[in-house]
C-alpha cells in the first residue's frame, strides 16, 4: 500500500505472477438526494474528457483493446472505473483513458441530456428520455429491487444510504446541469480517491503514469466524504409497501413478501466480526437443513427468500435480512414469529457445528478457486474496506478469520450464538415490512411521471418550448456528426498473437469402455470432475421433464440420507455439490444436425477426494425421488424463481423463442416452453390434496430419464487437478464408481435405443409478450452459419461492428436504451439483435434494419473492420479459469487445430466477405420475412393494432407451444 506525499492518494498493489492486470480507480460518492447523481456521473466522465475530447471514448476504447474487462461501477457509497487486460501495451493505453476521464471530463451538456435526462416533443405531447432513466425504470419496475430500495431508506433514515445513488426515476429529472459538474468537483479528486491494481507490473512504473496522467495537475484539498454513522432507532419500524405485481402469480393467495431488516456492525471496526457474521448468515440461510431453510421454506411459509436476504458488509454500516417471496397475506405475523423463534432457539440450544463447517468450507473454497478474472475479484472485495477502514487488505485474512473462528469454536465459544443475541435479538434498529401487489401500480407511476411532465409543460414560455426543439436538434446533430478516434490510443490487428494458446490433455484412457480425459492445470489444490451424458436420443415421453430433472437433481436425498443431511454433507466434501446442466450445440459441420448433452459436475479439495466419490456415487445410485412434499416444494421455487426473473431477463428468454422457430439445436428445450410447463405443474400442486397424486406419474419419468443418463455408452469423463500423483486414485474411484452404477443398472452396458433421424423445417415466429415493467426487450433472429463455416468468422466480425459502431448509437444514444447488440451463436446456428431496457418497441426493428443496410452499402472502413476484430478477439482470447481448459473440446470436439484455423478466418475476413454475409444472412431473409420478432413489453400497448400486423399478443406464461 503506497500513499501520495503530497496528496495522500492511496494506491493498493496485488503483486503477482499473474500476467493477467487489472486496475480501478475508486472515489466515495455519497449520494445527497435520489436524482442518481453518482449514477449519471458515472455515464457522462466516459463521455469525452480533455485530452480525448471524441464522444464516448470509453464504448470506443472496447474496439480498439484486448481488455478483458471494461465497465464503470456505482455503488451506494461509491462510483469505480475498473478494467484488466493481459496485454502489456493494453494496459498503459487503458490507463491513460481512464484516469482522464476519471479526473479531467469535459461533461458537456449535450452528454448530460443525453445520458441523464432530457424533455422532447413526441408530436404534441412532452416525454422524458435519457439513458440512466430508462435503466432505472427498468430497475424499479421489478417489485424486487423496488423493495430493497424502500427497505434501504427506512433502515438508513438520517444517512446517506437512505438516497438512491443510481437515481429514482421520479426525481432524476431534478438533477440539474450545473448540480452535476458540483458533483464532479466534490468528490472526483485525488484526495478522494484510491487506486486499485493486481497483477505482473513495476509498482514504481506505475505511479510514475498516475502521476502523470493525473496526480501532477492537483493541489491537496481539505475534504470529508466520509459516511457518518447511521442515526440508530430505539424501536422497530413496521409498515407495509405497495410494489407492482409479479410478473406471473402461481399462487393467487401468496403473492406477498415479507422482510426483516437490522442494521448491524460497521465492517471495518471490527472485521473479524464482519467475517463471523457472514458466516453466521451462511449457516442460518445456505443449505437444505439450515435453520430458516427448514422453519421458512421447508415449512410452506414462502417459497423464496427475497433478493437481498442475508448478511450485507458492502456499505459502511451492514446490514442483515430475513425474508421471503411467495407469502400469504394473513401469514406475515406468523412468519415473524416463526423467525424470531428459530433465533431463539439458535441461542438456547446452540447451532449445529456440522452446519457452522459446512459454512466455513464453502466460504473457504469460494476464496480458494481462482476464476477466470481472479484480480478483479480481489478489487471488488476490498471495496468497503478501501472506502470506510484504514486496511483495504482485510479480504486477505481469511485464513487467518478461519483459524480463528474453528479455534473458538473449538474451544467451545458460542461466537455465532453471541452474534444473534447482540445483532438480530437485542437489536431495536429493525425494518419489519410486508410488500403487497398493487396492481395500479405501473400505472400510478406513470400518472406520476405524466403529471410532473403536465407542470413542466404548464411552465413552458413560447421561448422554453422553442429551446426543447432546438435542443433535441442539436442532440441528434452531435449523435450523428462523425468522430475523429484517432486521438485516442489503440492497438492494431498485428498486435494480437496469430497462434491460439493450445490446451492439451494431459491423458486419455477409458475405465470399463467410459472415456476418461486428463487436463493438468494449476487448479490450487482442488479438483475438477465433469461426466458427459449424451441425451440427444432421450424418449420423446421424458423430454419435457428433462430441465425439471436437471434443476432438481443436486436438491434430492438418497436411501441413505436425507434431503438435508445429503446437501450439509455435499456443503462438507465438495464445492457447491454436484451440478447438473445441459448443452445443446449445432454440429461442427452444419446447423442441421445437433448435439444434446447433459453434464454433471463435481469439485472438491484434493483431500476430501474420497469422500466426495463416496457422495458422487450415493447420487447416481441412491437418489430418493420419493420424497413428494419436499419435489413440489423445490418445482414451485424453481419457477417463481424464474417466472420472477422474466422482468431482468427479457433478452434470454426474447432470443431463445426467437431462434427456435429457425434451427434444430435452439429448438430443443426453449426457454418458454419449458417455463410453461413447469408452472403447470407447480399450478396443479398449489391446490392439490396430494402431493403424490400429482408428482407419482412425474417422479416415475424423472427416475427414467436417471437410469437413462446411466448408460455407459453415453458417457465419458474428463478430470481437471494441478496433482498428477492423485491419478491413479481418481481411476480407482471411477472404476468404484461405474462398477456402483453397474451393480445398481443392470442395463447400465447396454446401448439405448435410437431416436428417428430428426425432421426439423424452420418457420417464423412474431410474438409480443406483455409484462409488469416500463420499458421493452426488442428481439430480432436469422439463421445464422456453424463454427467451422467461414461465414461464422465474418458473422463474429459482423455482429461485433454493428453492435459497437452501429447499433449503439442508434438505440442507446439515439433511442434511451440501457443497450443494444448482436449475439452471433454458432451453439444455436444463428444471429441475433437485441436491445433492453429499451422505451420503444417497434421502432427499435428500424434501427436493425438501418445497420444491416449500412453493413450491406459498405457504410465502413478498414479501421473499422480492425477495430471489429480486436473486439472479437478480446472475447476470443480473454483469460478462462484453469479448471474450464478443454472443456471446449470435451463437450464439442473444438479442438486446437479447429480453434486455430477459426482464429485465421477471423484475421483474414476482409470487407467483400462481410458485405457478402450482410446480403446472404440478413438482407435476403429480411426482404424475404423470414425472421422471428419478439418482444418482451410494457403492457401499455395497442395490442389491437399488434394483432392487426400479424403480431401473437399475449402473457408469457399463457402462451402456448410453438407448433
Known amino acids: 500500500i503506497y500513499e501520495h506525499e503530497a496528496l495522500g492518494s492511496k494506491l493498493v498493489h496485488l503483486e503477482s505472477g499473474d500476467p493477467h492486470k487489472a486496475f480501478a480507480v475508486l472515489f466515495r460518492t455519497t449520494p445527497q438526494d435520489d436524482t442518481g447523481a453518482p449514477h449519471c456521473l458515472e455515464h457522462i466522465a466516459l ?34 472505473y475498473p478494467f484488466s487486460t493481459q496485454n502489456h501495451k493494453d494496459f498503459s493505453n487503458l490507463l491513460g483513458v481512464y484516469l482522464d476521464c476519471a479526473f479531467f471530463p469535459l461533461i458537456k451538456y449535450h452528454d448530460y441530456r443525453q445520458e441523464a435526462w432530457r424533455t422532447e416533443y413526441n408530436q404534441e405531447n412532452l416525454e422524458f428520455k435519457g439513458v440512466v432513466f430508462n435503466e432505472m425504470k427498468g430497475v424499479m419496475s421489478d417489485p424486487s429491487n423496488y423493495l430493497l430500495h424502500k427497505l434501504q431508506n427506512l433502515a438508513y433514515q438520517g444517512s446517506s444510504y437512505q438516497y438512491n445513488s443510481g437515481g429514482d426515476p421520479l426525481a432524476i429529472p431534478e438533477l440539474t446541469y450545473e448540480g452535476l459538474k458540483e458533483f464532479h468537483r466534490k468528490f472526483y479528486h485525488p484526495c478522494n480517491a484510491t487506486f486499485l491494481a493486481y497483477g505482473d507490473m513495476d509498482p514504481k512504473h506505475l505511479m510514475s503514469q498516475i502521476e502523470e496522467g493525473a496526480l501532477n495537475k492537483f493541489q491537496k484539498i481539505d475534504i470529508d466524504t466520509s459516511v457518518k454513522p447511521t442515526p440508530r432507532r430505539d424501536v422497530p419500524f413496521e409498515t407495509s409497501i405497495p410494489v407492482a405485481q409479479d410478473a406471473v402469480s402461481i399462487d393467487p393467495l401468496k403473492n406477498n413478501k415479507f422482510a426483516i431488516t437490522y442494521v448491524c456492525n460497521d465492517i471495518a471496526e471490527d472485521p473479524y466480526t464482519t467475517f463471523c457474521l457472514g458466516v453466521l448468515s451462511h ?76 459454512a466455513i468450507h464453502q466460504i473457504e473454497i469460494r476464496h480458494k478457486q481462482v476464476k477466470s478474472n481472479y484480480g478483479l475479484m480481489l478489487i471488488s472485495s476490498m471495496i468497503p474496506f478501501a472506502l470506510h477502514g484504514t486496511d483495504p487488505l482485510v479480504p486477505l485474512y ?80 452531435a449523435q450523428d456528426q462523425k468522430q475523429n478516434a484517432d486521438m485516442l490510443p489503440t492497438l492494431k490487428v498485428s498486435d494480437i498473437s496469430p497462434e491460439a494458446e493450445k490446451i492439451e490433455f494431459s491423458d486419455q484412457t477409458q475405465v470399463e469402455g467410459v472415456p476418461v480425459y486428463f487436463v493438468e492445470q494449476p487448479t490450487n489444490g482442488l479438483t475438477y470432475l465433469r461426466i458427459k451424458a449424451d441425451v440427444k436420443d432421450l424418449p420423446l415421453h421424458l423430454r419435457p421433464l428433462m430441465p425439471l430433472y436437471r434443476s432438481l437433481i443436486n436438491q434430492l436425498g438418497t436411501s441413505k440420507h436425507s434431503h438435508g443431511e445429503f446437501d450439509n454433507l455435499k456443503d462438507l466434501f465438495t464445492v457447491s455439490g454436484i451440478s447438473c446442466s445441459k448443452t445443446v450445440s449445432s454440429s461442427l459441420e452444419s446447423i442441421n444436425q445437433h448435439s444434446e448433452q447433459l453434464l454433471f459436475r463435481v469439485a472438491f479439495l484434493d483431500r476430501n477426494l474420497h469422500n466426495a466419490f463416496d457422495l458422487l456415487t450415493e447420487f447416481f445410485t441412491q437418489l430418493n425421488f420419493k420424497e413428494f412434499e419436499h419435489i413440489s416444494f423445490l418445482i414451485q421455487r424453481s419457477v417463481k424463481g424464474r417466472t420472477d426473473n422474466l422482468v431482468n431477463a427479457g433478452v434470454e428468454y426474447g ?10 439445436a435452439a429448438n430443443s428445450y426453449e426457454k418458454l416452453q419449458t417455463l410453461n410447463h413447469d408452472c403447470s405443474l407447480a399450478s396443479q400442486l398449489v391446490s392439490a390434496l396430494s402431493m403424490e397424486d400429482i408428482l407419482g406419474d412425474v417422479t416415475e419419468r424423472l427416475k427414467e430419464i436417471h437410469s437413462y443418463v446411466m448408460h455407459k455408452s453415453l458417457m465419458s469423463m474428463l478430470v481437471h487437478s494441478s496433482d498428477s500423483s492423485l491419478k491413479s486414485d481418481i481411476l480407482q474411484r471411477i472404476q468404484m464408481l461405474t462398477n456402483a452404477i453397474n451393480l445398481e443398472f443392470p442395463d447400465f452396458s447396454q446401448k439405448p435405443q435410437l431416436l428417428p433421424p430428426e425432421d426439423f423445417s424452420p418457420f417464423v415466429y412474431q410474438a409480443y409478450f406483455t409484462l409488469p415493467m416500463r420499458v421493452n426487450y426488442v428481439v430480432e433472429s436469422f439463421i445464422g452459419a456453424h463454427y467451422t463455416n467461414p461465414d461464422y468468422a465474418a458473422m463474429t466480425v459482423l455482429g461485433d461492428m454493428m453492435s459497437l459502431t452501429m447499433l449503439l448509437q442508434e438505440i442507446r444514444e439515439k433511442g434511451g436504451a440501457y443497450g443494444a447488440g448482436v449475439q452471433n451463436d454458432p451453439h444455436r446456428g444463428t444471429f441475433s439483435f437485441f436491445s433492453y431496457r429499451d422505451p420503444n418497441n417497434l421502432r427499435t426493428y428500424n434501427a436493425f434494419e438501418k445497420s444491416i443496410q449500412r453493413c450491406l452499402d459498405g457504410d465502413f472502413d478498414e479501421r473499422t473492420i480492425d477495430e471489429a476484430k480486436l473486439t472479437a478477439f478480446s472475447k ?60 418482451f413489453g410494457t403492457e401499455e400497448v395497442d395490442k389491437a393494432k399488434l394483432r392487426e400486423q400479424g403480431w401473437k399478443v399475449d402473457r408469457p406464461i399463457h402462451s402456448v407451444s410453438l407448433k
Request: proline share 4%.
Open 47 to 80: 463521455c469525452g474528457s480533455q485530452k480525448y475530447p471524441v464522444r464516448d471514448p470509453f464504448m470506443k476504447m472496447l474496439s480498439r483493446s484486448l481488455n478483458s474487462y471494461m465497465n464503470a461501477w456505482t455503488g451506494c457509497d461509491f462510483t469505480m
Open 283 to 358: 449457516t442460518l440461510f445456505e443449505g437444505l437443513n439450515s435453520p430458516m431453510y427448514k422453519a421458512l421454506l421447508e415449512s410452506g411459509l414462502g417459497n423464496s427468500y427475497i433478493p437481498g436476504y442475508g448478511y450485507d458488509a458492502s456499505i459502511k454500516d451492514s446490514s442483515f435480512t430475513l425474508g421471503l417471496n411467495g407469502v400469504a397475506e394473513k401469514d406475515t405475523k406468523l412468519i415473524e414469529k416463526t423467525i424470531l423463534s428459530t433465533l431463539q432457539n439458535c441461542m438456547s440450544q446452540g447451532i449445529d457445528k456440522q452446519l457452522i463447517e459446512s
Open 398 to 477: 481469511l485464513n487467518q478469520y478461519v483459524d480463528r473462528l474453528r479455534s473458538e469454536l473449538q474451544a467451545g465459544k458460542p461466537v455465532l450464538e453471541d452474534l444473534i443475541k447482540k445483532y438480530l435479538w437485542d437489536n431495536p434498529h429493525k425494518i419489519i415490512a410486508r410488500a403487497y401487489p398493487d396492481e395500479k401500480f405501473n400505472e400510478k407511476v406513470e400518472k406520476a411521471e405524466k403529471s410532473t411532465l403536465e407542470k413542466i409543460k404548464e411552465n413552458l414560455s413560447e421561448e422554453d418550448k422553442q429551446k426543447i426543439i432546438i435542443e433535441a436538434q442539436e442532440l441528434a446533430q
Open 655 to 664: 432470443v431463445s423463442l426467437a431462434t427456435s422457430s429457425l434451427t434444430p
Open 876 to 935: 476470443i482470447d480473454k483469460p478462462i479459469a484453469s479448471y474450464e481448459k478443454g472443456v471446449p473440446q470435451f463437450l464439442y470436439g473444438i479442438t486446437n487445430e479447429t480453434r486455430q484455423k477459426f482464429r485465421e478466418q477471423v484475421m483474414s475476413v476482409t470487407k467483400e466477405d462481410l458485405k457478402r454475409v450482410t446480403s446472404e444472412y440478413l438482407m435476403t431473409p429480411l426482404q424475404k420475412g423470414l425472421t422471428s420478432r419478439v418482444i
